[in-house]
């Protein structure tokens, strides 16, 4: 006997679903906006598309934000939101487009690296994290910024695989973490949403000749990693100069040097497949720490969002200043703020941004 | 308190230049002052990144030295001083292929050869608490005593430490422990680069011009 397929009321319903979740879809195709207003020191306003033309249009693009200063000198890459949950880079990155001058070289700015990412908080590791925090500018203005997630979300990429495999070493990692951004590098221009976003930072690299690339991150308060900068090997001497310098000025970090075994991470692969000494700096964040319920990401007076955003932007000028020192002027950076970074310390960062 | 710390380094450092050691008791005093010989061979028992930091310190000295993260006893050749730096790192073995056991193994043989080679060596321990813990603290008792000199960013016994918490490596005591133990000579700092003054005395560098 043939048995013949006849629409039944459940399919409908599972087709209506599919419609449904279609046109969802559908509506999320656009990057996410933020509330960031370029300051004077911006020259140029890019798209990471620029870089991928198949990301145009998608929730993987994102804004470029290129200072150029008035003396030639390198170039350097500042990625805030690998993790848009780890704020301290993004509002850092933030206050860099608002606020710096470059006075040498030109430093290109991407505040929120995995826009996917910054969309929403699905919170990971905190289910009773924001999803969006607030900051009061000088002038009195509530300004409100997202608060993301660590992974792309998942509406914008295939499911995720039972077992995801870094590509280029064929290391095995779970499966959520083929939308981490920090285990996709050095990416794939034909690959899935978050590769694709790895592979536009890597062409970006190549096509501006980025001589510096700190990509800034967060950890919980506990985590070994809370106030570390972590550099390829090739970048060890600048590195350890910057630390030591740090630590003089009261700043104290920890030293790591990427993993040889560990791949996917921006560090290890950018210092790999590029030409740019590659850094990551790791400020902690009482968001990310489990046991605390309803943390205050803003004012935990452990670690205020201000402090972790002076600690994020004195080790990078740390490291601009002995790139300088190890590598000479010819591609040196230099960017100022028009007020002491030292100030932020127990500050409202809001009155700092414009 | 960082003053009065450094102060207390320096006076530990008059002291040796002196003829005196840290932890000799008395009747027991070293009369020849502690004095290393450049170059030195600077590398890291343990793969932790200080081995890094410890060149720099050595270069801002003006101490003439070789940085090889995992020396080979071949690196000993024509070296006046062995600087190890303490500190284990899971990430560092593992990029160097090894685990602690076999760290040590290596550590044993390069000691072996220095001492045969009529080498100083001299012990640093300059990243703090967070390089302290069992594997750590492995490398740590397992050198240091071997070692002509003890380096250690931490406290000096009774005096209140007031830098970074985490900065401080001595909070146990372990160190100042060991130097006693051992008899070994022991500069405390509480600030990395407040190694490069004790090197600048160990090194007997004079100031240029």
């Known amino acids: ?45 890019r798209w990471l598309s620029d870089y991928l033309p198949a990301l145009a249009g998608t929730p993987g693009d994102t804004p470029i934000y290129v200072l150029r200063g008035d003396d ?41 690296a995995n826009n996917s990412a910054a969309r929403r908080n699905n919170g990971a590791y905190n289910a009773t994290t924001p999803q969006w925090f607030e900051l009061t500018t000088g002038g009195g ?51 899935t949403l978050t590769q694709q976003i790895s592979y536009a930072l890597f062409a970006l690299v190549e096509q501006e000749g980025v001589d510096v690339l700190v990509d800034m991150h967060e950890s919980s308060l506990t985590s070994r990693l809370a106030n570390t900068l972590v550099s390829h090997p090739r970048a060890i001497d600048i590195a350890s100069f910057a630390i030591l310098d740090l630590e003089m000025e009261g700043l104290a970090l920890k030293q790591e040097v990427s993993s040889e075994e560990f791949h996917g991470l921006s560090h290890r692969e950018f210092g790999d497949h590029t030409d740019a000494f590659a850094f990551l700096i790791e400020s902690p964040n009482p968001g990310q720490e489990a046991s605390i319920e309803n943390p205050d990401v803003v004012n935990d007076p452990r670690a205020p969002l201000s402090n972790r955003v002076n600690l994020q932007l004195r080790t990078i000028q740390a490291i601009l200043a002995n790139h300088a020192l190890l590598e000479g002027t010819a591609t040196s950076i230099e960017f100022a703020f028009p007020f002491e970074l030292s100030d932020l310390l127990g500050a409202n960062l809001g009155a700092f941004l414009r | 308190m960082k003053k009065r710390n450094t102060i207390l380094t320096i006076g530990l450092l008059l002291l040796i230049a002196f003829g005196l050691t840290a932890v000799a008791e008395e ?75 076999g760290e040590v193994a290596w550590a044993t043989e390069l000691f072996d050869k220095a001492r045969e080679l009529g080498i100083g060596i001299i012990a640093m321990h300059i990243e703090g608490g967070s390089r302290r813990g069992p594997s750590s603290d492995l490398v740590i008792t397992t050198f240091a005593p071997l070692a002509d000199f003890l380096i250690v960013k931490g406290a000096m016994p009774d005096v209140e430490w007031t830098a970074d918490e985490a900065a401080n490596g001595n909070e146990d005591g372990l ?35």
């Not at chain 1, 933030?94 to 001058?101: D, G, K, N, Q, S």
């Open chain 1, 141 to 191: 203005e509530v300004r409100a910024f997202h608060y993301g997630d660590r992974r792309t979300q998942p509406e914008d990429q295939e499911p995720d695989p039972e077992v995801f495999v870094h590509g280029p070493s064929g290391l095995e990692f779970s499966g959520s973490e083929a939308r981490n951004l920090n285990r996709n590098h050095p990416g794939d221009a034909d690959g």
């Open chain 1, 72 to 112: 030639s000198g390198g170039t350097l890459l500042l990625l805030g939101g690998t993790h848009a949950n780890e704020i301290a880079g993004v509002m850092a990155a933030t206050l860099v487009v608002e606020r710096a001058v470059v006075t040498r070289g030109t430093v290109f700015v991407i505040p929120h």
């Open chain 2, 27 to 101: 009747g027991d005093v070293q009369t020849e002052p502690v004095v290393f010989a450049a170059p030195a061979l600077i590398t890291s028992i343990g793969q932790s990144a200080g081995a890094a930091q410890a060149r720099v310190v050595a270069i801002k000295a003006g101490v003439e030295a070789m940085y090889v993260q995992r020396a080979t006893l071949e690196d000993l050749e024509g070296k006046g001083t062995l600087i190890v730096v303490l500190g284990a790192s899971s990430k560092g073995l593992g990029a160097a292929g090894v685990d602690i056991d």
């Open chain 1, 1 to 45: 006997m043939i048995r013949r397929f006849r629409p039944a009321p459940a399919w409908i319903g599972v087709g209506l679903l599919i419609v449904f979740a279609a046109c969802v879809a559908a509506s999320a195709v656009e990057p996410t906006s933020h509330d960031v207003r370029p300051g004077y020191g911006v020259d140029d306003v």
């Open chain 2, 175 to 209: 160190f100042t422990t060991l130097a006693a133990e051992n008899e070994i000579p022991i500069a405390y700092i509480d600030t990395t680069l407040a190694a490069v003054d004790v090197l600048i005395e160990l090194f007997d560098i004079q100031p240029e011009g």
